[in-house]
């Protein structure tokens, strides 16, 4: 899935998209989901507070492995309902060779609802 550079858009559309870090603080499967899928409760810190987020990253992770480390999300698109589920923010990652995603997330721990730079 090698697609070139998108069209070029000015940098205050890009400070539009409010990507932050938070810690998943709850994981569990989402067996009604399409495709196969984890539930994710991810905390921004005090400010954003705690959301909710269903990611296809089954190929990789497990609910298990996911508890306690962090992910990076935009967190101002609004919710989307996921069969019974409303997803309140888009957990980021990229495909690796097989088109399974992988998870962004810092090297390095970083404080919750940091945002992106």
Known sequence: MNEGPQDTI????FLKVDIRVGTVI???PF????????KLTIDFGPDIGTRKSSAQITRHYTP???VGTQVVAVV???PRQIGPFMSQVL???VPDADGEVVL???TVPAPNG???Y
């Open 64 to 66: 298990e492995q996911l």
């Open 26 to 28: 709850a994981a569990e």
């Open 31 to 38: 067996p009604e989901a399409r495709k196969p899928a984890i």
């Open 76 to 78: 101002n698109f609004p």
């Open 10 to 13: 000015a940098f205050d559309d």
């Open 104 to 106: 962004l997330r810092p």
């Open 114 to 116: 940091g945002r992106m």
């Open 91 to 93: 957990t980021l990652g």
